[in-house]
């Protein structure tokens, strides 16, 4: 990929891991790209990230915050909403990364609809791998996609 800017896609960019990456963003804007952004129930800071970062597409899953959202949203982001938004985002065709920063189960799905698009993905969810171990790694060995453990504990698993 060489020095050519990374569209990055963060499905939990309000938590921790999300607001890190959002970091390391800024500290190379001429590296990456926030194609995506999707949060549980945090409209008001998707909101803040949304204006920053001009992304495509942003995603709630809490049903109430994404109506709140669209209700006050000045973001010409398209708008999506619930487990299918997470995987359409998941799977836009320009982006090469996606990080996966979800808190519990719900990061399967999107996790596996990455997978199938072919997507590079930093994996913050252990629950992910912890109740769907075995699908996740098969899905990722047949399609010959990169892994990249990012929370902690499996980051240092994977490194040892």
């Keep these: 990929m060489g020095n050519m800017q990374r569209n990055v896609v963060i499905l939990g960019s309000t938590g921790s891991i999300g607001r890190q990456t959002l970091d390391v963003i800024d500290r190379y804007p001429d590296r990456f790209r926030v194609l995506g952004l999707a949060a549980r129930n945090e409209a008001d800071m998707l909101g803040e990230q949304a204006a920053r970062y001009h ?31 997470l995987c359409e985002l998941a ?17 399967i799905k999107p996790t596996l609809a990455a997978i199938d698009g072919g997507k590079r993905i930093a994996l913050a969810n252990k629950e992910t791998l912890v109740a769907a171990g075995d699908i996740v790694m098969q899905a ?13 504990e499996h980051s240092a698993i994977f490194n040892v």
């Excluded at 049903?63 to 709140?68: G, H, R, S």
């Excluded at 090469?96 to 990061?107: C, F, M, N, Y």
């Design 91 to 107: 799977v836009l065709p320009e982006a090469d990364i996606v990080v996966i920063a979800l808190s519990g189960a719900v990061g």
């Design 140 to 152: 990722v060995a047949y399609k010959g996609v990169e892994l990249i453990p990012v929370d902690s």
């Design 55 to 85: 992304p495509q597409m942003v995603a709630l899953t809490d049903k109430d915050a994404y109506q709140e959202f669209k209700n006050a949203a000045s973001t010409p982001a398209e708008i999506l909403f619930g487990l299918d938004g």
